[in-house]
Nanobody, 117 residues
Framework: EVQLVQSGGGLVQPGGSLRLSCAAS????????MSWVRQAPGKGPEWVSN????????YYADSVKGRFTISRDNAKNTLYLQMNSLKPEDTAVYYC??????????WGQGTQVTVSS
């Protein structure tokens, strides 16, 4: 059974940092591109970042470029999102997702990130 189990997140002040983790199981993690997607209250899903299967190529939305870093440890079957210089507009539920044929087929359970003073 494919599982993506997220951890991290929480409440942080503007300018602070958080790291999200996404532990994968039930499939060969190192063979798949992965993604982070977020959804703010009252808004639709917003793509945040992608990383290729080997970890050598990363892509970011303009809204997070230079502040967020996606990475992965294929030996630990874990995806990460390091978020620095957080802003109130980064408040959202964040999801990790597996990419297959330019679409998402499995999602993590989501984790709340709240940026507020």
């Amino acid at each position: 059974e494919v599982q993506l189990v997220q951890s991290g997140g929480g409440l942080v002040q503007p300018g602070g940092s958080l790291r999200l983790s996404c532990a994968a199981s039930g499939f060969t993690f190192g063979s798949y591109d992965m993604s982070w997607v977020r959804q703010a209250p009252g808004k639709g899903p917003e793509w945040v970042s992608n990383i290729n299967s080997g970890g050598g190529s990363t892509y970011y939305a303009d809204s997070v470029k230079g502040r967020f870093t996606i990475s992965r440890d294929n030996a630990k079957n874990t995806l990460y999102l390091q978020m620095n210089s957080l802003k109130p507009e980064d408040t959202a539920v964040y999801y990790c997702a597996r990419i297959v044929n330019d679409d998402y087929d499995y999602w993590g359970q989501g984790t709340q990130v709240t940026v507020s003073s």
